[in-house]
């Protein structure tokens, strides 16, 4: 069964900042991916597996599960270090991202990892599964199951989103709860300056949806946002989450730049010495 | 004629593809209930709408937007429906090739995607509506199956066949009406070729309509006695090697025709077997690098050197 209410939310918050840490040592260990997006996202994800989700980590293909499709799919550090820290696999797995052979692939790939619900990397494309997951449950008179799907605000240029988004206003896919990582960066800049998204909300609005807006890295919101959103009966959900990329490594906060590279060794280090002492305000554990 | 194919290809009853592919998918429809019909704004131009009146609660219409068409339909074959996917070849896979890659061939989801339209059978709307270049696209794609039925009646077992398949599997109809030549006991296996024809001078191997236009060759060929073997791979990936190495090991030459260009379609698959298997003379009737125009399809076949008249003189150039 689900995680539901098993943790406080100081717990989370620790959950959180354990999992920022797995993404620095993975991305510092494979030499490649990105490092913005996955800090930015790991107090959404650790609301989703620690407290939102329905689902079973023992029994990844459990009938009943809640399914979460991350669009994109090139934060996946912080899906998979999520997932181990949840009891999908060991985290010493994590170790392995980017690796020949390794079912941590630079881009998730559904065939391999038990729990993963779907291969993503070109972006665009996970609404429109959620879309066609919606469609079926609702066609098989399924209401006790929930589709959430993680997207990118850059992710957004792709055109592809908002024929999924109208699709899923005519059908009132009220199963479908999107959340948008809104981190204002893309990888060659700030979301405004490569193309502009604002007023971001109004257009979800204006194109049928329940919208909410949130500060993404407050988990209490997060998991506050999701209970309203599978309130809602007659329209799709979807909460924009304002994340600060690079979330607990000062160095990384808000520069885009750090949208597309992994830390190197002393970038790590000292990366990892922010996180652990919360940015220098507590003593530092070291391990 | 062999194979249970009609007696004679005299007067032969014409029909287009998607009327056999309509048929097929509502008789597939009444027999599997999780098999669901999607479409781009194409429910009456694609043959679509048989099932849809009878299972309108099974049909999704998702406007025309062909990107999110496949990625839906990679949704619904998530939670066990078997998606039929619509549209014409040109936007499906056209638009969205990217979609399928992603969403259904990595991501291993048995999807029906159904590309009508192909080939020059669209003639009169010129060259953005003639799709010739699908089935390279398509085949070069790792777990999909390329299928090209020559008749309605093969595009209704293909659909049937192709929705109890469970892998992701593309087939490819024309659009206009088009000789039926094969019959309710003609076989039919997804992944076989059928020699449609047997001789022993060379082998014309076909695909789609061409098969058609391939027999007819045969005949003109007849006259000038040179006993042609027609191989009509309705499966174009995974190509039937067997069949037709078995047949050309006999013949020892081969024209390959199709309604596609000559680069990566079948005749580019056949190419690629025989260079490494058993290389012999060989000719490629198809597209030569260009796109189509408006016109009637009989002016396109002969402005595209098509015809079966063609097909013959490919065949004397290599019999000499």
Redesign the interface.
């Known amino acids: 069964m689900g995680n539901k209410r098993t943790y406080t939310i100081t717990q989370l918050n620790k959950i959180a900042q354990d999992i920022r840490q797995d993404i620095i040592r993975m991305l510092e260990h494979a030499g490649s991916g990105h490092s913005a997006g996955p800090l930015g996202m790991a107090d959404v994800f650790t609301a989703l597996y620690f407290d939102i989700l329905n689902h079973d980590p023992k029994n990844p293909d459990w009938a009943d599960r809640d399914i979460f499709l991350l669009s994109n799919g090139h934060i996946v550090p912080v899906l998979y270090a999520t997932m181990a820290h949840a009891g999908y696999f060991n985290t010493k797995e994590l170790m392995t991202l980017r690796q020949f052979g390794s079912r941590l692939q630079g881009h998730p790939e559904r065939k391999l990892l038990p729990g993963l619900e779907s291969t993503s990397g070109p972006l665009g494309s996970g609404l429109g599964q959620a879309c066609g997951i919606g469609l079926a449950m609702h066609m098989d008179n399924v209401t006790h199951r929930w589709i959430y799907v993680a997207t990118g605000d850059g992710e957004l240029n792709e055109g592809s989103n908002w024929e999924a988004i109208m699709l899923a206003a005519k059908y009132k896919l009220s199963n479908i709860i999107a959340i948008v990582d809104r981190n204002y960066i893309q990888i060659d800049g700030g979301t405004e300056d490569v193309m502009p998204l604002e007023d971001l909300s109004s257009k979800w609005e204006s194109f049928g949806w329940h919208v909410q807006e949130v500060d993404g890295n407050n988990i209490e919101s997060v998991i506050d946002a999701c209970s309203m959103a599978r309130a809602i009966t007659n329209q799709p959900s979807v909460i924009i989450a304002h994340t600060i990329p690079g979330k607990g490594v000062p160095f990384m906060e808000y520069d885009f730049r750090w949208h597309g590279i992994p830390p190197d060794k002393a970038q790590a280090k000292e990366a990892l010495h922010d996180l652990r002492t919360l940015k220098g305000k507590i003593e530092g554990e070291h391990q | 004629m062999s194979m249970f194919l009609v007696d004679t290809l005299q007067d032969l009853v014409v029909e287009p593809m998607k009327k056999g592919y309509g048929r097929g998918l509502l008789e597939a429809g009444k027999n599997n209930l999780q098999i669901?019909a999607l479409s781009s704004d194409v429910v009456g131009s694609t043959g679509t709408d048989e099932f849809t009146k009878e299972f309108p609660?099974?049909f999704?219409e998702?406007?025309i937007?062909e990107?999110?068409l496949?990625?839906?339909?990679?949704?619904?074959?998530?939670?066990?429906?078997v998606?039929v996917a619509a549209a014409y070849a040109a936007f499906m896979p056209g638009r969205c090739w990217?979609?399928i890659r992603?969403?259904i061939c990595?991501?291993?989801r048995p999807v029906v995607l159904v590309g009508t339209h192909a080939g020059i059978s669209d003639a009169p709307d010129a060259a953005t509506h003639q799709m010739l270049e699908d089935i390279a696209i398509m085949r070069s794609l790792p777990n999909m199956v390329v299928v090209a039925p020559c008749d309605s009646e093969e595009a209704r077992k293909a659909i049937i066949d192709a929705t109890s398949l469970d892998k992701p599997i593309y087939i490819r109809i024309a659009r206009d009406d088009t000789p039926i030549i094969t019959t309710t006991k003609t076989p039919f296996i997804i992944g076989k070729a059928n020699v449609f024809k047997e001789g022993s001078d060379i082998t014309i191997i076909s695909t789609g309509r061409s098969t058609y236009h391939a027999l007819l060759a045969a005949s003109i060929l007849d006259k000038d006695n040179i006993n042609a073997e027609i191989v009509h791979c309705s499966t174009i990936k995974p190509l039937d090697e067997s069949t037709i190495l078995k047949s050309v090991k006999k013949t020892g030459k081969v024209v390959v025709t199709e309604e596609h260009q000559i680069t990566g379609g079948l005749g580019g698959a056949v190419a690629e077997l025989l260079g490494e298997e058993y290389p012999v003379p060989m000719r490629r009737v198809g597209v030569k690098d260009r796109f189509g125009e408006s016109g009637k399809p009989d002016d396109l076949l002969r402005a595209m050197g098509l015809t079966p008249t063609h097909i013959a003189m490919a065949a004397h150039q290599l019999i000499g």
Do not use: L, W
């Open positions: 669901v609660e099974r999704i998702v406007g937007a990107q999110n496949v990625a839906v339909a990679s949704g619904m074959a998530a939670m066990n429906k998606p990217e979609q992603t969403t990595i991501n291993d």
